[in-house]
């Protein structure tokens, strides 16, 4: 199973940005699928997950500005980003879990300036 990830790139403090998830070939009935993040210099964190009822969390820094959502059949996850600020820079990875195997996307770099 492969993750693809798309929609990263630059943008200002107060922009939006959208990125996409989808994993190539058959359809896989993943549980949870997710997003997580790896500032300069920090370790990768969770911002957002969507289990397979739809039910989500957000990390604190992000609840109000992003939303997460799912197309089960296409075997995808979306993250919506708006208001973004510079903290919010990063490389961004999907992870998608079936049976208990996590499977990771390459990650999509993220810049947000001031």
């Known amino acids: 199973v492969q993750l693809q990830a798309s929609g990263g790139g630059s943008v200002q403090a107060g922009g939006s940005l959208r990125l996409s998830c989808a994993a190539g070939?058959?359809?896989?009935?993943?549980?949870?699928m997710a997003w997580y993040r790896q500032p300069p210099g920090k370790q990768r964190e969770l911002v957002a997950r969507?289990?397979?009822?739809?039910?989500?969390t957000y990390a604190d820094s992000v609840k109000g500005r992003f939303t997460i959502s799912r197309d089960t059949a296409a075997s995808s996850v979306f993250l919506q980003m708006d208001s973004l600020v510079p903290e919010d820079t990063g490389v961004y990875y999907c992870?998608?879990?079936?049976?208990?195997?996590?499977?990771w996307g390459k990650g999509t770099l993220v810049t947000v300036s001031s």
């Open positions: 992870n998608m879990d079936k049976l208990g195997t996590q499977y």
């Open positions: 070939g058959s359809y896989y009935m993943f549980n949870n």
């Open positions: 969507i289990t397979r009822a739809e039910s989500t």
